[in-house]
């Protein structure tokens, strides 16, 4: 593989007398999607909150593209290039979809809003991912799908000239049609050159969009692989005995 756009290593976490993560390294790579999967209590979203600044870890470094770095707070990350996407959205019914993409990071003109540029570049976002399921940009997200209430949050994370973007269970509660809808999107940000972390229990959804599978296992990381050098039981396997010995080209 190439060079990872960003890497975790021998990372450990503890709350009090409960060590979360144990020793875990993780790699994420620019134009490529890699699917971080285990069973619940694995540590996937504490690993995840140490990327986004907002747990530190006792041990462990921090590396972005090849550079050592310091993520002491969310702001670090967010410098960095790093956006989530959590489960529940964070979107504003109440607001329009270009509100929404700007909320917290409205552009003035003066000590007014300018609507017309932030109308244009949620437009451009919007059309760089190839979206064509919204209407208007002007619509109220209290209007849309769940698929298009995911795709506005995505776009908005891909906004901000990001380079990371890790989607907390993008398809949770989707129907069939609109999880296809967000996992070509998914695979239109790889294609873009960001590297995309996916947080998923859905291993029909992982096989379908991502290049590599990093597979958690009570605090560790079972594998990261190739998702073309495994087959769903052997992650199935990873997942839930944390045994990789089956597993060609498997890194700890």
Not at 20 to 31: E, I, M, Q, R, S
Not at 88 to 113: P, Q
């Amino acid at each position: 593989m190439a060079t990872p756009i960003l890497s975790l290593r021998q990372v450990n976490k503890s709350f009090g007398p409960v060590h979360v993560l144990k020793d875990v390294n993780f790699h994420a790579y620019a134009g490529k999607v890699t699917a971080l999967v285990g069973d619940n209590g694995a540590g996937k979203s504490t690993l995840i909150k140490c990327i986004a600044g907002i747990y530190t870890p006792e041990t462990g470094e921090f590396l972005f593209e090849g550079k050592k770095v310091t993520i002491a707070g969310p702001r670090d990350a967010t410098a960095l290039g790093i956006e989530i996407v959590y489960q529940d959205l964070a979107l504003c019914d109440n607001l329009d979809i270009v509100h929404n993409m700007f909320l917290g990071r409205e552009e003035k003109s003066g000590v007014t809003l300018n609507e017309s540029h932030m109308e244009s570049l949620a437009k451009k976002t919007l059309d760089g991912l190839s979206v064509r399921t919204v209407k208007s940009i002007r619509q109220k997200v209290a209007s849309l799908s769940g698929g298009q209430r995911q795709t506005v949050a995505i776009a908005r994370a891909v906004l901000w000239n990001s380079k990371v973007v890790i989607l907390d269970e993008p398809t949770a509660a989707l129907g069939v049609a609109q999880t296809e809808q967000v996992l070509k999107l998914v695979r239109q940000l790889a294609d873009n050159g960001l590297a995309v972390i996916v947080i998923s229990h859905n291993l029909n959804d992982v096989f379908q969009v991502a290049d590599n599978i990093a597979a958690m296992y009570l605090g560790t990381m079972a594998a990261q692989v190739e998702k073309k050098s495994v087959s769903p039981s052997d992650v199935v396997k990873l997942i839930t005995t944390g045994k990789s010995e089956a597993v060609s080209g498997t890194t700890k």
